[in-house]
């Protein structure tokens, strides 16, 4: 509502003899203002704030009148009457010297300011004023209050008496009144009798006149507070009668709100206690209190000492209190606290060191609220006289606060209801972000002044802009919009702003005339004739329709009220205007649809119709009355009348299901009646409804029916017209402000499936609800309140010096406003459901769950009402919390609210959430079942801790299961680690829950850190590593960690063998991508496990299932045969190695060699892929002597210590580059060698080296699998290194394995099982897939060799015993049935149906070993 602005301003005076200011009081159009010190009185102007006339008491004539105490302004501002101690008043008069002006403003040569506008000297410069003493009265008491009352001056004295002296005629018109006489009652209806004598020593301490009471609220010398009213137009004793309050008895002073009725006294307890009067019984009655609460201000807020002074602001929205103590608190019209200096940054230093507080002795309000002028009883009192004058005049103790506040405050009709609009005395603070950005995408900086940067809101993606989401959320700042300063000089101070329904366009109005701004084109538009513009007053307000702004005004030429209509797109002048003329003054003017809706100061409403005329190039808009309503008999003074809306809300839904296009019609007027809601249906009742056919401009309108009171407490009132069937509760509905009340909604209730509604149930349901912000608007399909609050920045430590202690920025911070939001639909949702309307809550909660923050709600809810009744002290007798819990049931994010509502509550509230919500191990169960893995390990941390460790343990391990199955890495490493906590006893330490997954998750190996890996051995190395069981030295990376420990624990082996198992399921179903993954996320021992499975589930049992099964696992395309093979040289396969392979793969200078295809060893160079260079310094090539079966060894320099992935994201690095021999399409063709161009290529040829870089593989893929080769070899599983040998087509990996079968001494059963694969792969080649054939004619002279070495090995070996590797494999737990070699050698080319048949039969013995094998382990399952 008002928000503190900056830092404030201290005054300085040019006067030397500078005595200290005691009181200070503005006049009634508060343009000047008066200064009392003890015998000086000096009148400033407002603005510029310039001292203009000083008047210094005699020294004989002040120590007779005393020191001056109080001031009174004339309601003309003509006079001045001052209070002194010894009980005088002194009359001062102000005559104007006429044309005569102390300052004038200064303007560069040649600038547009022109002299010769009307009335340019008032306005802009400080008038010259004079005061002369007119007449001295002396009422012989002391005064104790002072108060101006229409034509007359009540003064009330301390011997009791209440003396009414008239402005003009002062002697003859003086009345004394004693109070004693005066009859006091508790209210009007009860006997005149009961007065106040048996009080003889009461007199009044403090009072202020009411205008719309007629009347003045008292306090009384005792205490007591009450009211006095006079019972007729004659103002004496007789006819004067009072009634008070009886619950106050420390009242220590008063102030009156004219708009609201109200009446605040003080209180020495530090409260104000807030009375209005029962127009029925004329008694006192309570309304509100306005008190600090310990939970906001724990350490002051019973020690502030009595209320000093309470000041209304000039419009009545807001009340400024301040303390003994010091201090100044600001508070809405009905009790909701804006301000308070008493705590944060204004209590407190940086350093945070307790600040004495402000100490105020007097306060008062500048023009429209923008200004508060304080005089501070700190700073005063400790000025030295031995300062020099100009530290004196600094010292002077005038502080000038600085306020923006809402245009609600004195526009609460403004056409946009959705949208924050602040004005500053010459500025405007709009939080439209990103509205002109969604239509002008040039326009993305903010005003210049304040170089804010304009963001995206969080919820700014293209779907939700639909919703307004990214439009009125966005971020924090606001846009500010400098007001125009040529408008700014002649017309301060803004009264009136408004913005358009797009956000796009604001209209201002100052003194005279108005003008209006673009946020598209950053322009104003001003009048062009100053005439025109000085010579209209607006009055009522103004309003946006479409391209129009519509307003109210005065002519002050014609001195005609009329209603104006202007178009945005043409320039500011009359001309283009529609003026219609109207019978009596507007006070408030609103917009519905295409109706404008006035409230007159006769008490009438009147309706008019305005439609679009497009004339020409300037469209104009016209006017025609609609319809008048009376409200002078209920209305008791048209200055009570707050906001005057037309709205299309009604009670009898009924109507609106079945006819919906009648929903958006002006149905009811919405009147706020100094805080009432006051609510005018239009009367249904008679034949009128039949008319309805005729045309409606003719049509008679119906009649509005008697008013209703829907609410009391109301300070804002917000609705809309628009229409959404989706959201029909949510825009049917009416907000409303109620101050320290919270908010209010006014909700309707619809049948659900347009069945008939009860009839006992009403229509509408009103339901209050708090929020923590003060609402400025309402954004109604969103769900959410938008408002602003006072934030503060110190910066008292940039000034260290002993003399900067008193510089204003270290006594106060720097004030600053930020736009702020909350979610409001989990209180309408829990207020529904206290009331047993479920139903309704339901269809509320389903039309809002596409909100971004739907989730938030339901655990917003689910949070409170477990805190209030979990914490409650009493039992509760019907308790809130299953219901709630049944009802988000019904939403699927039910899982989700509930744990993490759970997560954010304390332990000790969970067993009352579960017992309402369900046990937890069900629901993680549930989660399971959903395939909601995050959600499930969120309530693992909660099973942990209400259950025993093996409850714990077996959830863990059917988490860790699935999730190994899902391939959530991250969970997977989290659950390792809880299930070592549950084993090691580290139970007090709960695993984190995952949030989000690491980006290698899904795919891409992480090689091993510091690992020395040598990629090619000879075969005697690789024949002695066959019985190693681990060859690797263990990671020690992160996600080695998990082997660091001792891993002879049991857990570790439970652990370990959920990991074999799945590591085996991989295997079995030829899942190789997946297993790289899962032994590269997990630090899984590949290596080592492959070596002991070596013969069981690292076998290959059908070679064909198995490479098809690769092809489309790595999306590696089949190989395909040229139509022009026919005739090709590569068709023999002679230069299929020299070509194919050195082409394909070599993006390196290297050079070519010859090469010839000879059966037994080839004599090519090793295959780059095993010989990836680190570095290019490594990039030499060993060639092999063609003559023996030895391979030079060749090891690479360990891996850099950067942990390589080969993910979506990733380049490939040449650091970590284990395949230099990358096709060349991922390569730069430039790079090939300049020795190859020697090389004349056929056209065959090079459709043939197009083919084949057509054939390959994605680059990732081909580096994984390079990868897997590299692990299957040192694992020893040649028939899978055969397989990848196929699919990467190089007969390099096929003569290598071949080399180490003929060489070491291996097992003649891994023979034949590669002898039957080959020869299935070649019938399958022949068949199938003739684009294989070529290259496995170059290897078949390797199978020939092979088959000769089998069919060797296989008489010796059927004697022979169990090869004893063999029983030591066999003895392991987890050994699978013995294969013997003869069901492997029946049918070398067994096709892929027997194998098939085979390895399911497998597969079903080995699950029965493994179930045995896990009795004596955890039994897992999910009921």
Known sequence: MYFLSGWPKRLSCPLEALERPLHIQTDPQRAFFAVLSPSQLSIWYCRPSVLIVSYKEHSKSASQFGPYKQAEWRPDSTMIAVSTANGYILFFEIPSAR??????????????????????????????????????????????????????????????????????????????????????????????????????????????????????????????????????????????????????????????????????????????????????????????????????????????????????????????????????????????????????????????????????????????????????????????????????????????????????????????????????????????????????????????????????GPFSDGSLDSQGLSTLLGHRHWHVVQIHSTYLESNWPIRFSAIDKLGQNVAVVGKCGFAHYSLLTKKWKLFGNVTQEQNMMVTGGLAWWNDFIVLACYNLNDHQEELRIYLRTSNLDNAFAHITKVQADTLLLSVFRDIVILFRADCSICLYSIERRPEGLNPTASIQILQEVSMSRYIPHPFLVVSVTLTSVRTETGISLKMPQQACEAESIMLNLAGQLIMLQRDRSGPQIREKDNNPNQRKHLPFCAPVVLAQSVENVWTTCRVNKQKRHLLEALWLSCGGAGMKVWLPLFPRDHRKPHSFLSRRIMLPFHINIYPLAVLFEDALVLGAVNDTVLYDCLYTQTSAREHLEVLFPFSIVERTSQIYLHHILRQLLVRNLGEQALLLAHSCATLPYFPHVLELMLHEVLEEEATSREPIPDPLLPTVAKFITEFPLFLQTVVHCARKTEYALWNYLFAAVGNPKDLFEECLMAQDLDTAASYLIILQNMEVPAVSRQHATLLFNTALEQGKWDLCRHMIRFLKAIGSGETETPPATPTTQEPSSSSGFEFFRHRSISLSQSAENLHNKFNLTKTLSMPS??????????????????????????????????????????????????????????????????????????????????????????????????????????LLKSQSADTFLNMEMETGVSNTPRSRSWLGAINSSQREIDTVSSHGPHMQDAFLSPLLSKVFLIGDECSIGSATDLTETSSMVDGDWTMVDENFSGISLTQSELEHISLELASKGPHKSQVQLRYLLHIFTEAGCLDWCIIIGLILRESSVINQVFSIMQSSDIDGEICRNIKTGLHAVDKWASTDCPGYKPFLNIIKPQIQKLSEITEEQVQPEAFQPVNPSKVIEQANPRAEESRTSSSHCTNPQSDAGNSSVSRHEEDKSRTEDEDSFQEGSYDCTVS
Not at 1052 to 1060: E, H, K
Not at 1072 to 1086: I, S, T, Y
């Open 1037 to 1142: 990376g992160p996600s080695g960690k998990r082997w660091s420990k001792d891993s002879d624990c049991a857990e570790n082996m439970y652990i370990d063998m959920m990991l074999w198992r799945h590591a085996r399921r991989l295997l079995e179903e030829i899942k190789l991508k997946d297993l790289g993954c899962f032994a590269v996320q997990l630090g899984f021992e590949l290596i080592g496990w492959l070596c002991k499975e070596r013969a069981r589930a690292a076998r290959v049992e059908d070679f064909v299932i198995a490479l098809k099964k690769l092809h489309k696992d790595f999306l590696w395309p089949f190989p395909i045969i040229p139509a022009s093979s026919v005739n090709s040289p590569f068709k023999n396969g002679k230069y299929k190695t020299a070509m194919g392979e050195q």
């Open 99 to 456: 044309d005569k002006y102390l300052y004038e403003p200064m303007y560069p040569k040649g600038s547009p300011h022109v002299k010769g506008t009307p009335h340019y000297k008032e306005e802009q410069c400080a008038p010259s004023l004079n005061l002369e003493m007119k007449k001295v009265l002396d009422l012989q008491a002391s005064i104790t209050s002072l108060q101006s009352m229409l034509e007359d001056l009540l003064v009330a004295t301390a011997d009791g008496f209440l003396h009414l002296i008239h402005w003009d005629g002062m002697t003859n018109g003086r009345k004394a009144i004693n109070l004693c006489t005066v009859p006091f009652s508790v209210d009007l209806q009860s006997s005149r009798a009961g007065s106040f004598l048996g009080f003889e020593d009461v007199h009044i301490r403090d009072m202020e006149y009411c205008a719309t009471l007629d009347g003045f609220a008292v306090v009384f010398n005792d205490g007591r507070v009450g009211f006095i009213t006079p019972m007729s137009s004659r103002f004496t004793a007789e006819q004067l009668h009072g009634v008070w309050a009886q619950d106050v008895t420390d009242g220590t002073c008063v102030a009156v709100n004219n708009k609201y009725r109200l009446m605040a006294f003080g209180c020495a307890n530090g409260s104000v206690q807030v009375y209005t009067i029962d127009v029925t019984t004329g008694a006192m009655q309570f309304s509100h209190k306005l008190e600090l609460t310990p939970k906001q201000y724990p350490d002051i807020w019973n020690k502030t000492g009595p209320v000093k002074l309470i000041r209304w602001s000039p419009d009545s929205c807001v009340v400024m209190v301040t303390w003994e103590c010091g201090g100044l608190s600001l508070w809405s019209v009905f009790g909701a606290q804006l301000i308070c200096t008493l705590g944060g940054d204004f209590a407190y230093r940086s350093d945070g060191t307790k600040k004495d507080p402000l100490k105020i002795s007097s306060m008062s309000w500048g023009s429209e609220g923008y200004h508060l002028w304080v005089i501070d009883g700190n700073c005063s009192q400790n000025t030295k006289p031995e300062r020099d004058v100009k530290h004196d005049g600094h010292q002077f103790g005038i502080l000038q606060f600085q306020f923006i506040k809402s245009a609600l405050t004195v526009n609460p009709c403004m056409s946009n209801q959705e949208q924050v609009l602040l004005q500053g005395e010459d500025r405007l603070y709009l939080n439209c972000g990103d509205a002109t950005q969604a239509q002008s995408p040039r326009n993305t900086s903010v005003h210049s002044e304040h170089k804010l940067t304009r963001e995206r």
